[in-house]
């Protein structure tokens, strides 16, 4: 994409305009940072970051996005509107960077360092660390936060537990059993459910998250790697990398829905608003797929680099006060 269409997009996208989706990619083959918009299908930037790239999110505003990179055991930091990176953070507590999340105040990003069994905390107006808490369990992975943002949930897929993290306290709550291999995580958007995908286990697992127990435990295919809960709570999705096929799941039926074949070894997921699409990243084969959920049908496959997988939905939110924009 040239200059000139880059700032075009970038402009639409801080505008008050309509404008469609845009998904940013971690591309941990091609050491990038993918911006994939829906409507051209295409991937309009490609921005070089740190070594191995795993997962990504944004800031509210849409301005800054991160990245954990595995491999360099770094975070990159880029300029959505400049469209590069500005800063690669690295520091001896990173080890294996890999699950972020921001809070909701937008001061605070949350990053993992899975051999370091520890939840770092990283100041977003200074790139800098200050603070972290050990979970006590190997292979902290992946990590989600309370809609408010006081509790950080973190999957140990070395010790199959999760990590019930008080943020104000910056202490341990408890640790909840989980499946062998307890690696993709989400939560629902109103808090109240926890969902785990236990990779060796074959099965995800539901968790009533304010109760901090486990409620079910839903068998599936062979390696579900990830998961992503539908805006309203009811349905879920899961990528199994070894079929590379994905499933649809009715957390409240606790039963599978339907399943379809995506590219292969699909990983990163997360449904677009309103809950009738979804997109998976397809990292064996560097494409994103389209998927239409009623029925579950696959709309269409895109290049997405070489190997996508953390997938984020930037949706940029207006000041207080003011209007949305997305």
């Not at 490609?46 to 055991?73: K, M, Q, W, Y």
């Not at 579900?224 to 879920?236: Q, Y």
Request: aromatic share 4%; hydrophobic share 40%; net charge positive.
């Amino acid at each position: 994409m040239s200059r000139a269409g880059w700032i075009a997009l970038v402009s639409l996208l801080f505008s008050g305009a309509a404008r469609p989706e845009t998904v940013l990619i971690a591309d941990k083959d091609g050491d990038a940072l993918l911006v994939f918009d829906t409507a051209s299908g295409r991937v309009e930037r490609a921005i070089p970051v740190g070594g191995n790239p795993h997962e990504v999110v944004a800031t509210a505003d849409g301005r800054l996005a991160f990245t954990a990179n595995a491999r360099s055991n770094t975070v990159s930091v880029v300029n959505l509107l400049e469209g590069k990176e500005i800063k690669r953070l690295a520091s001896p507590l990173f080890a294996y960077p890999h699950g972020m999340a921001i809070h909701p105040d937008g001061k605070t990003l949350y990053l993992t360092s899975e051999q370091n069994r520890l939840l770092l905390l990283i100041d977003v107006e200074r790139l800098e660390v200050k603070g972290q808490v050990a979970t006590e369990k190997e292979g902290s992975h992946m990590v989600v936060l309370s809609p408010g943002g006081e509790w950080a949930y973190v999957a140990d897929r070395g010790s199959a537990a999760v990590t019930v993290i008080d943020t104000r306290k910056r202490a341990v709550l408890k640790h909840l059993p989980a499946g062998e291999g307890a690696e993709g995580i989400a939560l629902s958007s109103d808090g109240r459910w926890l969902l785990v995908g236990n990779r060796r286990a074959n099965d995800i697992q539901l968790f009533d998250a304010p109760g901090r127990r486990s409620v079910a435990r839903i068998p599936l295919a062979e390696d579900p790697v990830r998961v992503a809960i539908s805006p309203d709570g009811t349905r879920a999705l899961v990528p199994h990398r070894r079929s590379s096929e994905v499933h649809f799941v009715d957390l409240a039926r606790r039963e599978v829905l339907a399943r379809v074949r995506t590219g292969r070894e699909p990983g990163g997921v997360l449904f677009l608003p309103g809950g009738k699409q979804a997109i998976v990243a397809n990292t064996g084969e560097g494409t994103l797929s389209v998927l239409d959920l009623d029925p579950l049908t696959v709309r269409s496959t895109h290049p997405a680099g070489k190997g996508p997988d953390g997938l984020h939905l930037l949706r940029v939110e207006a000041p207080a006060g003011g209007t949305s924009r997305r």
